[in-house]
């Protein structure tokens, strides 16, 4: 999927006892950076306020209502302190916005030789202030790795990409719908979850049952266009060369089904029902459907683990790479901090050295060889990894989870499935929190390091009660 454009919001701060001046070029500084990053701005012009910077309350009512008007675009909220700024116009224009998006704060520093009346900037002291009223005002906001950055400083570039991950994050769990395809399998209580906590996040769960999957399939032809069209997809996606014709045809019927149906729904991501009634009624494994879906960014986690897709889609906004729902499955010989993660498998073809299709080793066991074709067979690449688990907390009506990073090594593993050695450093620690807490055997893995990212997000703006393992 192409990476869509981000839109900030602008505030430019300015205090009147400070040099104005450092106003106008510091909005001008902070536009041609945001510019520069392919970021499109939204901010007051120095025709709507003095430099294009908020000072008075009319200014910040001026600010909120051009925000409120591009409520739709902006996707976060830059503050941008030149000088001192005024802190109580600053949250007053987010308050009467109301955008409810991230923010950040970035405050410009001092040279050591403009430190005269005439240039002094104190934005060190400024954002303090800032940051003081703000969280006064009860409104949540993210700040820079150091306390002072210029905009276009190599380290605010850095912040720049990462609070853009954060925004991409929010945003993509504002009125997010997910599909909840075919009934949890009986066996698989731990991956149970609640409705009603998510959709008090803001996440609807949509249910489709497994029957009306079949009876659409059932009732599909041959040559469909659609499943036609699906059948090409996945010939293109993955070697399939050993898979019987008639196996592919039903995952590609599946595959157009399920598509039609998310469409029709406006559902964006899934989890589906697996083991085993669409072996035992379709004849084939959802998996290379999954797969494809996963790998276009839109996660589809196994045996309907609806918070081990949220957690999927988590890490993939934050990277825009795909995510793998795994098992914490093995231990690897006697080293503390390796371990096997697999899944029999779905993964999407980013995660592997190498993918081809194959049977399901598993099921074929109880439901025979023939009916388990579709898995998505390989040995995860070597690379750096980031790790997340999100689950609803019944009891207490809460979600948490747990976040941290790591790296899938090259050791030699002969299994089956879709696997990898993954290296955590204290990992045993990692390991006891998951069972004290009573953590799901699954887990949601992308290639990239951006566990902080997913922190700051569920921590900060979804207020989700989250340990970041190793920080």
């Not at 990409?161 to 929010?170: D, Q, S």
Request: proline content about 4%; charged content about 25%; some cysteine.
């Amino acid at each position: 999927m192409a990476a869509k454009t981000m839109t900030m919001g602008l505030i430019v701060g300015n205090r009147g006892f400070f040099p104005d001046h450092l106003a106008k070029s510091g909005r001008e500084e902070m536009l041609r950076t945001l510019q520069a990053a392919g970021i499109e701005v939204v901010a007051l012009t120095p025709e709507e306020s003095k430099y294009g910077a908020v000072e008075t309350r009319e200014e910040s009512r001026r600010c909120a209502d051009l925000f409120k008007r591009n409520r739709d675009r902006i996707d976060g909220i830059i503050v941008t302190l030149p000088n001192f700024g005024e802190e109580r116009a600053i949250a007053d224009a987010l308050r009467l916005a109301d955008l409810r998006v991230p923010v950040l704060i970035q405050a410009t520093p001092d040279d050591p030789k403009k430190m005269t009346i005439a240039s002094r900037r104190d934005s060190f002291c400024g954002k303090m202030s800032a940051c003081n009223n703000l969280r006064q005002y009860g409104i949540p906001y993210s700040i820079t790795t150091l306390h002072t950055e210029s905009p276009d400083s190599p380290e605010f570039a850095k912040d720049l990409a990462w609070f853009a991950a954060v925004c991409r994050v929010v945003k993509g769990f504002r009125n997010l719908r997910v599909g909840a395809i075919g009934a949890r399998p009986a066996a698989f209580n731990t991956v149970r979850y609640s409705e009603k906590i998510l959709e008090a996040q803001g996440v609807s769960i949509e249910t489709l049952d497994l029957s009306e999957v079949l009876g659409r399939i059932e009732r599909m032809k041959d040559n469909d266009d659609h499943a036609q069209a699906k059948l090409a997809a996945i010939k293109k996606y993955v070697d399939s060369s050993s898979v019987p014709a008639p196996a592919l045809l039903k995952m590609a019927k599946l595959g157009a089904v399920v598509d039609q149906w998310m469409a029709a729904a406006e559902v964006t991501i899934s989890a589906v029902q697996c083991w085993t009634s669409i072996e035992e009624n379709l004849g084939v494994v959802p998996c290379t459907v999954m797969s494809m879906m996963s790998n276009e960014l839109l996660p589809s986690a196994c045996e309907v683990d609806i918070c081990g897709t949220l957690s999927m889609y988590a890490l993939a906004l934050a990277s825009e790479t795909p995510s793998a729902l795994l098992d914490w499955n093995n231990n690897y010989g006697e080293n503390p901090d390796k371990a096997v993660c697999f899944h029999c498998s779905n993964l999407p073809k980013h995660f592997f050295k190498q993918v081809r299709m194959d049977y399901q080793q598993i099921i074929a066991g109880t439901v025979g060889k023939d009916n388990t074709f579709g898995t998505c067979v390989g040995q995860v690449k070597a690379a750096p990894m980031s790790f997340a688990r999100f689950s609803t907390d019944d009891a207490n009506g809460v979600i948490r989870g747990y976040v941290g990073e790591g790296r899938f090594t090259d050791d030699p593993l002969e299994t089956f499935g879709g696997a990898g050695v993954v290296e955590i450093p204290r990992m045993q620690k990692l390991l006891r929190y998951i069972c004290e807490n009573g953590f799901e055997h699954h887990v949601a893995a992308n290639l990239a390091t951006v566990a902080g990212i997913v922190h700051e997000t569920a921590t900060n703006y979804m207020k989700w009660d989250t340990l970041w393992h190793g920080r």
